[in-house]
């Protein structure tokens, strides 16, 4: 550890900066402030500002200006490019008071985590890469998977942190290892999803019903996570993104980011991942008219129409 090892409370004296107020922060910050953390956020959108003011949080005009008293800072931001400008090329970390506790959870390069894992213990600051599971619905109800990576005491001392957002809170291992870990996932996720889309439309083009089908492979050995919570095909699942014009949920553009980072993290490594590169050709194909609709909208591929129901 390169902090102090003392633990963070999970009291209104604990003082937290939240920078990056988006579909998932701006409800994880809310999270936090429903708990009785004091936040102070930043965010480049005036719109999620005034939401968070109006939710009771502190306003700061810059990222250095949230994290002035901060015990903690978080972050949930786009990509490496804006974590490594903000901690690196701002030099936030540089701000910092000694054993502040940094939780990044942005789905960011595995490299990229490192590297900033890295310049934070120059500074004796405690850095962890904590990337999210569970969508703009696991945001909101704070009933997120945290994955993370880095030194176990920090873990420990984040966990009350993390609790207040999320429901499931596993330690992968040493700084990265939490992004490792969530691409790995979203990576056979975005192969199961458009591997289940492939095969409803081959029994749905040969007279088939959708939901019957569906069950019987929810009954049967291809029973997959789809099936059960997040079937592809309107109509199915009320509750799922499918049945409402995929809107919500996590969007095609995210699942092809992490999906090219789980390429870019395979080739770093000489690892060959064909089912992970097939998934990311559709997908490279598909964002390029719907990057913004859930990513089960890649059943689109195969029976365009559904987009339109």
């Known amino acids: ?51 968070l003011k109006e939710a009771g949080a502190n306003i700061a005009e810059s990222p250095k200006m949230a994290a002035t008293h901060a015990q903690v800072v978080i972050t949930m931001l ?9 901690y690196l090329t701002q030099n936030l970390l540089a701000s910092l008071a000694a054993n502040t506790l940094i ?31 569970g969508g703009t619905a696991g945001a909101m109800a704070g009933t997120l998977t945290f994955i993370v990576g880095g030194e176990k005491v920090a873990f420990e001392r984040a966990k ?24 790995c996932n979203n990576m056979l996720l975005g192969i199961l999803m458009s591997g289940t889309a492939e095969a409803l439309n081959l029994g749905i083009k040969n007279g088939l019903d959708a939901a019957t089908l569906s069950n019987i492979m929810l009954q049967s050995s291809g029973r997959n996570w789809t099936l059960e919570v997040y079937n592809p095909y309107p109509g199915v699942m009320d509750n799922a993104p499918a049945s409402r014009g995929y809107s919500g949920g996590f969007m095609s553009a995210h699942m092809h980011k992490d999906l090219h980072l789980a ?47």
Do not use: W
């Open 1 to 51: 550890m390169t902090g102090s090892e003392s633990t963070v409370a999970s009291t209104k004296d604990t003082q937290i900066a939240f920078i990056g107020l988006g579909n998932m922060g701006g409800p994880m910050a809310k999270n936090l402030l429903k708990q009785g953390f004091e936040v102070t956020v930043y965010d480049l959108s005036p719109s999620a500002i005034t939401e």
């Open 78 to 86: 786009p990509a490496g490019q804006q974590v490594k400008e903000i």
């Open 103 to 133: 939780i990044d959870c942005s789905t960011i390069a595995a490299a990229d985590a490192k590297e900033v894992a890295q310049q934070a213990q120059h500074y004796s600051l405690d850095f962890l890469d904590a990337p999210v599971s």
């Open 160 to 183: 009350p942190i993390l609790a207040a957002m999320g429901k499931n809170i596993f330690h992968a291992g040493g700084h990265g290892a939490g992004q490792v870990a969530k691409i």
């Open 263 to 309: 390429l870019q993290t395979a080739a770093d490594t000489g690892v060959e991942v064909p089912m992970g590169q097939q998934a990311t050709m559709l997908y490279d194909e598909h964002i390029n008219a719907f990057a913004k609709l859930d990513f089960s909208s890649i059943m689109a591929r195969f029976i365009p129409e559904v987009v339109d129901e």
